[in-house]
């Protein structure tokens, strides 16, 4: 059975501090790992990572995916309160059929604190 | 604006009255999706759709049913509510790449639309 696995589920820092998330995937035919933010309404688009070992970054979040050992960062430096919100992983996959399903782990809670 | 929009927001009904969840998008996309979130399960997909007249059960489809009439248009329908059905629900939109079977994975999701069965 598919399945994307997110740790820590919850977290909680200071301003300033870098965090790092995880994600760990179980998937057939995997295309693609993709990053949300949730705030308290519907998940805002971070990142999709389609290939192992190239960061991408936007302002102080970057992301990285390992094909091998199966599973991706987020990493956001310098951590702000509005950075507070829920981090979700989603995998998406080839082939035919729901090629649009996006499979979704838990999602990690973080609290930044000022 | 490319948005998806879903309405009613907020919806409080009891077991057994029929509702339905309407969602729109303006971006022209063939994918669309329904997803509920529950506190520790994450977001499960209930149905989608690859486009007009095309549409299937995804991971919890059970008490639901959609229709795609329009490609823009992609409702959620409760025939008969139950409590268990109380979850926040989103819509999403995607494009597909077609033929090849990959598929352009961003979605944009609706603000969302919390319904509680009493």
């Known amino acids: 059975e598919d399945k994307v696995v997110q740790s820590p589920l919850s977290l909680v820092v200071h301003e300033g501090d870098t965090v790092t998330l995880n994600c760990s995937y179980e998937?057939?035919?995997?295309?693609?790992l993709l990053w949300y933010k949730q705030e308290k309404k519907a998940p805002t688009f971070l990142f999709m990572l389609?290939?192992?070992?190239i960061e991408k970054k936007s302002g102080r979040l970057s992301s990285i995916l390992d094909k091998k050992e199966l599973f991706s960062i987020l990493n956001i430096t310098a951590t702000q309160t509005g950075d507070s919100a829920v981090y979700l992983c989603?995998?998406?996959?080839?082939?035919?059929?729901?090629?649009?399903?996006?499979?979704f782990g838990q999602g990690t809670t973080l609290q930044v604190k000022p | 604006e490319a948005q998806v929009t879903q309405n009613p927001r907020y919806l409080i009904t009891v077991t057994g009255k029929k509702l339905t969840v309407t969602c729109s998008q303006n971006m022209n996309h063939e994918y669309m999706s329904w997803y509920r979130q529950d506190p520790g399960l994450g977001l499960r997909q209930i149905y989608y759709s690859m486009n007009v007249e095309v549409t299937d059960k995804g991971d919890v489809p059970e008490g639901y049913k959609v229709s795609r009439k329009e490609k823009r248009n992609f409702p959620l329908i409760l025939e008969s509510p139950s409590p268990n059905q109380t979850s926040l629900y989103f819509c999403a939109s995607s494009l597909l790449v077609s033929g090849s079977g990959f598929s352009y994975n961003e979605q944009f999701f609706g603000p969302g639309t919390r319904l509680t069965v009493l």
């Open positions: 998937v057939t035919n995997f295309r693609s």
């Open positions: 389609t290939s192992s070992g």
């Open positions: 989603a995998v998406s996959r080839v082939g035919s059929g729901n090629t649009g399903k996006l499979i």
